[in-house]
């Protein structure tokens, strides 16, 4: 994923242009560069100032047979001139490479949208393939769209001949093509693209000018083929937005980020221990780039071998982060269990994705905050954050590092698929203005002796570097008495000690902020009650819904445990909660427990994010069934 930065001016900020939305989506066969044509696209988009979200959608399969349905790999961008949350509920545009492409994607389309596709791909074998007894393109099934179809795959051929390249060579610059027609129609600049290609292909300068001279095709079919009134240049103007240098980034992008500004914050050095799994493993890639900030990449040659060498370094005195999926968080759940019981800070990320087992490694769910909030043997509490979209996950994964070194735990930062791909614009911050959270070493034996368990007013033991002179002390997973920290079996320490462990999670809650309103009062009819990547739709529901003079509100959670002191309190002041999820309702039963409310479920277990219109739906039956 190309990043784009962008420098915002004052007098682009304060701009009022009309306010428009177009969602595009790019598909057609894993092979076929979708998401790259994508992330180029997007690269453009962020470069004209539009706000935007995307949506990765790809097969879990390597290389999937070629023009089968399973194979389908698509690309969802949601640009314009106003507020974007979402990736967008139906597509305006569908380019479709082939026919899979068109038949697993063009049922999301909007009734009078546009399909972009390329009829030398609509032969009797891809057709067989995409279960078609006959062509889409001529039966009339499309109607009820606007159709453009021609031979992308022969005039890239045509595009790319002078550079002698072999046909499965010259094919691959057809998703350039594409993107050449697609820059034209929404007036985008060649350059970055141009850019981006002699970069890449430096050591191959045929690729990269055949790619090129395919891109420019592509964008000069747009300018003299005169395809119709259904196919114009359409320039989007930019979105209002505070002044500031503004870049692209993905959520594994932000999270690193994240991690790096929360240990240069805390003052510690970084270790990350990571295994490669699906979609944790870019964290890992990103991460191991920043070296000149003391981060240390370790990839492990397992789940339990990554957690533990982090647990190692934080023993050591850095600070030990590691990172998974659902699948490789159950692997690691043994150690996290180490980690509570000698109360060392670690970083867990989560990138979620659908269960159980393997599942659907390439989708995404919302499915491990049970894992999260209860997973590990015996009581062992830990502190639970999720984020709620790509440049949220910076501010979440700092505030994991805050919580995991100032209050010697654990901590579960939980993001999913969605957002692990998925870009949005993000304003760089101005780091003089963060607050620096520094850790402090226990270098010296205090007044009343070294107790390597004993405690301060937050309940936090002390966090000593081994090899520190008179500071020797035992550490392990057998639980430990009190203050002394040797190894205890007595019942009454154990009790006492799990309680200590307990009330010290719990009063976290008095160290993170009060639970706010995202939209609407304080108190009404209804609050959607919403966590992680659900922000968006349900934001944009509620908004709606709103304007239609409907009492509703929004309220999203970022601290999942110990949940917001306020939260209880907040809650009761509303005659209904919905809690949307991409679960069978896991948060719904957490917050029933805790707080003894009636929060209805609305559910969604499909690999896909929900839609505006889903949320909008059960906000209004619940209403209409209320009243």
């Known amino acids: 994923m190309a990043s784009a930065v962008h420098e915002l001016t004052p007098a682009e900020a304060n701009a009022h242009p009309v306010a428009e939305s177009i969602v595009v989506r790019f598909a057609g066969d894993s092979g076929d560069g979708m998401q790259l044509t994508g992330g180029q696209f997007t690269l453009s988009t962020a470069?004209?100032?539009?706000?935007?979200?995307?949506?990765?959608?790809?097969?879990?399969?390597?290389?999937?047979?070629?023009?089968?349905?399973?194979?389908?790999?698509?690309?969802?961008?949601?640009?314009?001139s106003t507020a974007i949350d979402t990736a967008g509920d139906a597509p305006d545009v569908l380019v479709a490479m082939n026919p899979a492409a068109l038949k697993t994607n063009v049922g999301a389309l909007k009734p009078g949208g546009l399909i972009i596709a390329d009829e030398g791909e609509f032969g009797v074998r891809n057709l067989t393939k995409a279960h078609y007894e006959v062509s889409p393109l001529t039966d009339g099934s499309l109607a009820k769209y606007q159709l453009i179809s021609f031979n992308i795959s022969q005039l890239t051929l045509d595009a790319v001949k002078p550079f002698g390249l072999g046909n499965k060579e010259a094919l691959r610059c057809k998703n350039m093509w594409t993107l050449g027609l697609a820059l034209w129609m929404f007036d985008r600049s060649r350059d970055p693209i141009v850019d981006w290609l002699k970069t890449k292909f430096a050591?191959?300068?045929?690729?990269?000018?055949?790619?090129?001279?395919?891109?420019?095709?592509?964008?000069?079919?747009?300018?003299?083929?005169?395809?119709?009134?259904?196919?114009?240049?359409?320039?989007?103007?930019?979105?209002?937005?505070?002044?500031?240098?503004?870049?692209?980034?993905?959520?594994?992008?932000?999270?690193?980020?994240?991690?790096?500004?929360g240990v240069q914050l805390a003052g510690v050095k970084m270790f990350f221990g990571g295994y490669p799994i699906t979609p944790a493993s870019a964290i890992l890639h990103f991460l191991s780039r920043l070296k000149e900030f003391g981060v240390t990449t370790f990839q492990a040659e397992d789940e339990i071998a990554a957690i533990a060498s982090a647990i190692g370094a934080s023993y050591a005195g850095q600070l030990g982060v590691t990172s998974s999926s659902g699948p490789g968080i159950a692997l690691k759940g043994e150690a996290m269990g180490l980690a509570i019981m000698t109360e060392l800070p670690l970083v867990i990320v989560n990138s979620q994705r659908g269960g159980p087992s393997t599942g659907l490694p390439t989708k995404t769910e919302q499915s491990d905050l049970y894992q999260a909030v209860y997973g590990r043997n015996g009581d062992a509490p830990m502190p639970v954050i999720a984020a709620r979209s790509p440049a949220d996950a910076f501010d979440c994964a700092i505030e994991a590092v805050r919580l995991a070194t100032q209050f010697m735990t654990p901590v579960m930062l939980l993001t999913d698929g969605y957002i692990a791909n998925a870009a949005e614009p993000w304003k760089v911050p101005d780091t003089s203005s963060f607050t620096p959270f520094p850790v402090t070493f226990l270098d010296a034996v205090p007044e009343g002796g070294f107790k390597p368990y004993g405690r301060d007013e937050k309940l936090k033991r002390p966090w000593v570097r081994p090899g520190t002179p008179n500071l020797l002390h035992r550490i392990g997973g057998i639980e430990k008495a009190i203050d002394t920290g040797h190894i205890n079996y007595e019942p009454a320490n154990h009790q006492a000690m799990t309680d200590i462990r307990k009330a010290k999670i719990d009063g976290i809650a008095d160290h993170i902020p009060e639970q706010a309103v995202e939209l609407g009062a304080t108190s009404g009819k209804l609050v959607v009650v919403g966590w992680g990547s659900t922000f968006g739709p349900i934001h944009q529901a509620v908004r709606r819904q709103r304007a239609l003079g409907r009492d509703v509100a929004h309220v999203h959670i970022r601290h999942i445990w110990p949940l917001p002191r306020n939260l209880a309190v907040l809650l009761r002041g509303y005659e209904h909660i919905l809690v949307p999820e991409m679960n069978t309702g896991q948060l719904k039963t957490v917050l029933r427990d805790e707080f003894l409310v009636d929060a209805k479920p609305l559910n969604k277990v499909s690999g896909q994010p929900f839609k505006i219109s889903e949320i909008e739906d059960a906000i209004e039956l619940l209403l209409d069934e209320a009243t």
């Open 47 to 80: 470069l004209a100032g539009n706000d935007l979200a995307t949506f990765p959608d790809f097969p879990a399969e390597i290389r999937a047979p070629q023009g089968t349905l399973f194979g389908v790999s698509a690309f969802q961008i949601n640009f314009g």
């Open 203 to 261: 050591k191959m300068p045929v690729l990269a000018e055949a790619n090129i001279a395919a891109l420019n095709a592509g964008h000069a079919y747009g300018e003299t083929a005169e395809l119709g009134p259904s196919v114009k240049q359409h320039s989007v103007a930019p979105a209002p937005a505070e002044p500031g240098l503004y870049r692209t980034v993905t959520g594994a992008e932000s999270i690193a980020m994240g991690l790096v500004a």
